[in-house]
């Protein structure tokens, strides 16, 4: 069973500061994606990483895939109130010619005003 | 549609009753998922289906949880006799394909409360 952790579970941090969440595995992932969920609503994507060691940006955002694909970072520059949320990575994994997303159990980001 | 949409938004049951979920894919993707997600976030899959069949039922319950796409109609996920630990948001998820990226679209979810 293929496994992601996600760290840390929760962060609270002023408005203006930055922040890095990680996503680590001992298993390769085809891709990576990075999801932001709200109270009462589904995940909604934020970025897709499938090559090793590419980096995204989305604004003040910043993916990153590890070379090995296996682990991934979302940076957040300069974080605001908005950027409050539930942040989820999660790896597809391919097992016996089935593809299936596999979840981190989240990080829970509050920036205060 | 343009986006997934699940329904019922919320569902409460007894103990021992029957749940029925339902989602409706987006227009044109082949490939349905259902996710639980329970206490501290925890996504689980349960099954995929790519058009009306069962592509990978490996996280299922089999004793209690059905699941079907049928042409013409919304995917569901049955529950017969909920127990407790069933209470959790279960969401749908459609990709177009399963190739390269497979990007998965998530509906609002549908939670289930088992009394």
């Known amino acids: 069973t293929q496994l992601l952790e996600q760290s840390p579970q929760f962060l609270s941090i002023q408005e203006g500061e930055n922040l890095t969440v990680y996503c680590n595995s001992s298993?390769?992932?085809?891709?990576l994606q990075w999801y932001r969920q709200e109270p009462g609503e589904g995940p909604v994507l934020l970025v897709t990483?499938?090559?090793?060691?590419e980096v995204k940006k989305l604004k003040r955002l910043t993916f990153q895939f590890g070379d090995a694909r296996k682990d991934s970072s979302l940076h957040i520059t300069a974080a605001q109130p908005g950027d409050t949320g539930l942040y989820l990575c999660?790896?597809?994994?391919?097992?016996?010619?089935?593809?299936?997303?596999?979840f981190g159990k989240g990080t829970k980001l509050t920036v205060n005003p | 549609g343009e986006e997934v949409a699940q329904t019922p938004k919320h569902l409460v049951r007894g103990e021992g009753q029957k749940a029925k979920l339902y989602c409706a894919p987006i227009?044109?993707?082949?490939?349905v998922f259902w996710y639980q997600q329970v206490l501290k976030n925890e996504f689980k899959f349960l099954i995929s289906?790519?058009?009306?069949?069962?592509?990978?039922e490996t996280g299922m319950p089999k004793e209690r949880f059905s699941a079907k796409c049928l042409p013409n109609s919304p995917c569901s996920l049955e529950i017969q006799a909920t127990k407790l630990e069933d209470s959790a948001v279960y969401f749908c998820?459609?990709?177009?394909?399963?190739?390269?990226?497979?990007?998965?679209?998530f509906g609002a979810g549908t939670r289930l409360s088992v009394l």
């Open positions: 998820a459609s990709s177009q394909d399963r190739r390269g990226k497979n990007i998965q679209y």
């Open positions: 227009k044109g993707h082949s490939y």
């Open positions: 990483v499938v090559t090793g060691g």
């Open positions: 999660a790896g597809l994994a391919t097992q016996g010619g089935s593809e299936k997303l596999v």
């Open positions: 289906f790519q058009n009306e069949n069962v592509f990978d």
């Open positions: 298993s390769v992932f085809s891709s």
